[in-house]
């Protein structure tokens, strides 16, 4: 068996961590993964705005908590929820791609 060290690619590092795409220990990280991505994408373009959570939370109708947990990546977010908060709250537009 393969140990991280003998990883030559980040897709091979993913496949001896977590498993190979498909299993359940690798979809589970992929799906926290991108959790994290949205919630770094919301943080950092809530901090250009220069908006407190609190106020975005205001804007868009949600609690700050809401705010909170989405950009530390806790929880799943509807996509229509994310649209409101970047597209009302933020002034930004989505766009979504699907490969």
Known sequence: MKELKDA???EELLDIKYGRTGT???DEFE???KSFII???LKETRKQAGISQEE???KTGTKKSYISRLENGKIDVQVSTLCR???VGLGRKVNLTLT
Request: charged content about 40%; proline content about 0%.
């Open 39 to 41: 919630g770094e994408m």
């Open 24 to 26: 359940k220990e690798r």
């Open 85 to 87: 908060i970047f597209e």
């Open 8 to 10: 030559q690619t980040f």
């Open 31 to 33: 799906l926290k993964s």
């Open 56 to 58: 975005l939370a205001r």
